[in-house]
């Protein structure tokens, strides 16, 4: 829900050329943050009522938390403050990775994941807050609402991508322990989440430095491609070392964690396809952000949706349930799918370099 709770205004932060444009909407995320923690008060409040679940009382606490970070981050990424960004960054997923882990490696809850992201994001929030501080101005809300109205397409069509996305992103987590029971869904979650932290803070990092790098040139009309080569290097080289530690992944577990896990290396290995494409392209998902194409992007965002959910229908209609051979159809389809969004992403840098004249 954090990912459109500021209806993707807070990527424009750091997007946008202009100072007092970035400034108006900062005013507008830091009110709407309060309105937003309100209203999910209101809801967790009624739901408590009636459900009578613990659960619902962390909703608001962790909605805000969350949106304090994610406005932080890019406040931040447009004053170029990588390095308290990065180590922000960096306790975020590891408080997270570990109180998730602790909690699935102990057996203390089912709701492990749920309690690892809240206190991922509630302790990268208290550390960016104490460590750098954001000066708010005032606006006057007829300029905040041109302001707004000028960059309406963060809402139109980045919101409801990045809703999806964040169904993709979370789709196998959803939808294993319905088809598959709550014991692969504990094996496989374990292995995703040991593999994806260290993953999710590199991609972060290199994000964080390309995005307002390349976002700066845009919008001084300057050619980006020796920095987009020299990245493609580095990236290169990176994929070549995931591939050769994926490889070696159950070895990895057993001499960390035990035999008892080994199983869930042998499930993330059959997605190590999917996960060096993945890698690959999602330091370049801002892209279309940059160069206004995202209502295409939305587009390609329905047919990723559609890669991670599709073998689950194909393999319960045709009576399958080998849950390898699920994750061998989901690592090829989204592997071809995000293949396809990285050619476009080229197609997309040809035509802007082609525009200047180079």
Known sequence: MSAVAFLRYEVAIVTVGKERHARAILYFCQKFKFIVFVVMVLISSVLYLVIRDGLLIFIPVALYFSMSYILKEK????????????????????????????????????????????????????????SSEVTTSSFKKGYVAQVLQRYSDFPKYSAP?????????????????????????????????????????????????????????INNRESVLKELFGFIFVLSFLCIIIVFLMYNLDKIFTFFFDETWSEGARYIKILTPWLIVSFFGSQFSFFPIVLGEQKKSMFFEFFYFLSRTLPFLILWVSGEDDFELLLYMISWMSSSISFFILLWYAKLWYQYEKSLGM
């Open 75 to 130: 406040v931040l990424n447009r004053e170029q403050g990588y390095g308290v960004l990065s180590l922000g960054r960096i306790i975020k997923s590891s408080v997270e990775c570990f109180v998730s882990l602790g909690f699935g490696y102990f057996a203390i809850s089912e709701f492990g994941l749920v309690y690892g992201v809240i206190a991922g994001f509630s302790a990268g929030a208290f550390f960016l807050a104490y």
């Open 161 to 217: 991508q990045a809703l999806l996305n964040n169904l993709t992103t979370n789709s196998l987590i959803l939808l294993i322990p319905f088809f598959y029971g709550s014991h692969i869904l504990g094996v496989f979650a374990f292995g995703y989440k040991i593999v994806q932290a260290p993953l999710g803070i590199i991609s972060k990092a290199i994000q964080v430095v390309l995005y307002r790098h390349i976002t700066k040139k």
